[in-house]
Structure formats: C-alpha cells, structure tokens
C-alpha cells in the first residue's frame, strides 16, 4: 500500500540529475522522474538505525545472552521436549529480550537511515526488489518500543516481579504445535500465582498491580522479533540468522 503524504512530491526536483544522464529515453507519456526510487518520509516509514551502535549494541548483546540463560536455568523449561523448547524460544524471545532492556534499565536514541546516493538509486533503478533487504527499522516501530519500556519503568517492577513475568512470558500454551501443552499451561499459571503472591507483601494496598502488569505486559506483542533484530542485532551479527544463534545458545550445555 503506497504511503499517501506530501513527502512523495518532493521527488521531483530529485530528478535532476536522471534526467540529465536519461536525455532521449523517456515518452511525453512517461516523465523520466518517475522511474526514480522515492523515499516516504513520513513518520510510519521514516526508517532509523542507532545514535551510538557501539556503545549500544554491547549492552543488547548482554541482555540477549542473559534472556536464554534464564531460561535454560527454569528446571521445568529443561523437562520440557526439545521441540517444544525451541517453539517457546521463537515465541518468546523477543518479549523476553524487551523485559531485560526494561529491567536493566537499557537506554538508547535513534537517527536517520543514512539515504542512499543519488547515484547509487540511479544505477541500482528498478535492480533492487522489496525482498532483496530485511524490513528496516521505522521510527514508529522505536517510538512503541520506547512507550513499552517507560511503561514498564512506571512500575517499578522488583526482581522477583520481573522473574515471575518472564515465566508467564516464556511458558505459552498457545503456542502451536506444543507436544506438552497442557504442562505448559500449568507452568503459566503457577508463574501468574507465583506473581500475584509475590505482590501482596511488596505492595500490599495496591490491589490493582496484578492486572496493571499484565496489561502492560500485553503490550510486548506488539513489537516485532524483525525490529529487535535489525535494530540491536544487525550491526553486529551482519547476514547471519539471529534464531539460528539463539537455537546455539540454547541447547549448547
């Protein structure tokens, strides 16, 4: 669906020098400034990398390294089939990983995409395929993630809080094609008593927090495994599968 915005028309005076370089090929009917690649800037589209990958990078990597020791350290993950352990893995590691940015109070800015050259868009017209690069990360897509983080920081949720919610994170019955669907349903709901019990003598005149940290915990499903990966993990690990490195990590004793 073609983004509907006024940005489109400044691609026209962009045309300049294609139209120079493309004299002779182009019909009354089709004006050469057509054929050159546009850039939505709009805020859904505008795509954005991080400020200071260096700096930040390390301390996702920390994190991530951290989520899957978690969860190979839960005893009832470990009696779990190993299929069933790599179907919560795909399902969970994001959310998951997202907890630990909250918890470990992780920081971070994002800038513009560097564009890329007019040249280059010239030489590459009409080579490049929407599918020939992964979906880049959106400024919008950033501006959920970092709603989700400060929502979680006005909780203030204890350790014990946070471990109890990453054990209703990671164990999922709906997940399809669980072989231990019904144990697993009965992790989630111990995890959730585990939870509420923990809360009573932490906040004990806050009746509400239960529910209040499981709808914000709601709101983890609505970022993308795609953007963690292109925006923490992409500088780093280059073309490799992140899930591939996952699946390592976890089943490596």
């Known amino acids: 669906m073609d983004c509907e915005c006024d940005c489109l028309g400044n691609g026209q005076s962009n045309a300049i020098l294609f139209n120079i370089l493309s004299r002779g090929e182009s019909t009354p009917s089709e004006p050469s400034y057509k054929r050159v690649p546009q850039t939505c800037h709009c805020e859904k589209r505008r795509t954005v990398c991080l400020k200071t990958p260096s700096e930040t990078c390390p301390v996702a990597s920390d994190v991530l390294v951290k989520t899957v020791h978690f969860m190979k350290s839960l005893p009832a993950f470990q009696q779990l089939p190993p299929k069933d352990q790599l179907s919560l893995l795909k399902n969970c590691w994001a959310p998951l990983f997202i ?36 979906e880049q990360p959106t400024l919008a897509g950033v501006q959920t993630l970092k709603a989700c983080l400060k929502k979680f920081w006005s909780l203030d949720l204890s350790p014990k809080e946070y471990a109890y919610l990453k054990g209703t994170v990671i164990f999922n019955p709906d997940v399809p094609g669980l072989k231990a669907s019904l144990f697993i349903e009965g992790l989630q709901y111990e995890a959730q008593h585990a939870l509420k019990e923990v809360l009573v003598p932490l906040h004990p005149e806050d009746r509400g927090r239960f529910a209040r940290i499981l709808l914000t915990a709601s709101a983890l499903k609505t970022i993308t495994p795609s953007l963690i990966t292109e925006l923490f993990f992409r500088p780093v690990i280059g073309q490799e599968d992140l899930l591939d490195l996952l699946i390592e990590m976890l089943f490596t004793r």
């Open 99 to 134: 907890l630990g940015l909250a918890q470990d109070q992780v920081l971070f800015e994002v800038h513009d995409s560097p564009a890329p050259s007019m040249l280059k868009r010239i030489l590459l017209n009409g080579q490049e395929t929407p599918s020939s690069d992964p």
